[in-house]
């Protein structure tokens, strides 16, 4: 098993544990700005250890989770469970969540009125 006594670098332990798909997704996310640790945003090489919290804005929700032991390497979907404990809120539900509207292909440009109507809808 590739456990880890001490700490393991952030983007390492997100991707470990499937939270991404790749490592380097999970570097960019760190980069970004879109992890924290304990409240506080961290670079891609920042330690975690257990007992911390991951902050993690992904795919359109946030996920949190408090670290109960550390991997250095991708493991199967069983093992990354009890690497962790998910405290993030459900994800809504599809018919909750607000449908953006979208100009159909080819309608061309939007005319006076139509970009008044969007901006009234955007409450600007």
Request: hydrophobic share 40%; glycine share 6%; charged share 30%.
């Given at each position: 098993?590739?456990?880890?006594?001490?700490?393991?670098?952030?983007?390492?332990?997100?991707?470990?544990?499937?939270?991404?798909?790749?490592?380097?997704?999970?570097?960019?996310?760190?980069?970004g700005g879109h992890v924290r640790v304990n409240g506080d945003r961290v670079k891609p090489a920042h330690p975690v250890k257990?007992g911390d919290e991951v902050r993690l804005r992904h795919a359109g929700r946030e996920r949190i989770v408090k670290v109960t032991?550390?991997?250095?390497?991708?493991?199967?979907?069983?093992?990354?469970?009890?690497?962790?404990?998910?405290?993030?809120?459900?994800?809504?539900?599809?018919?909750?969540?607000?449908?953006?509207?979208?100009?159909?292909?080819?309608?061309?440009?939007?005319?006076?009125?139509?970009?008044?109507?969007?901006?009234?809808?955007?409450?600007?």
């Open positions: 098993m590739a456990t880890s006594e001490g700490t393991v670098r952030v983007d390492s332990w997100i991707w470990s544990v499937r939270l991404v798909k790749t490592r380097s997704a999970a570097a960019a996310a760190c980069r257990p032991r550390t991997v250095r390497k991708r493991v199967g979907a069983p093992v990354a469970a009890e690497c962790l404990i998910d405290m993030s809120p459900p994800p809504p539900a599809p018919a909750e969540a607000a449908a953006v509207p979208r100009r159909d292909r080819g309608t061309g440009r939007p005319t006076k009125r139509d970009r008044r109507e969007m901006d009234r809808l955007r409450g600007a």
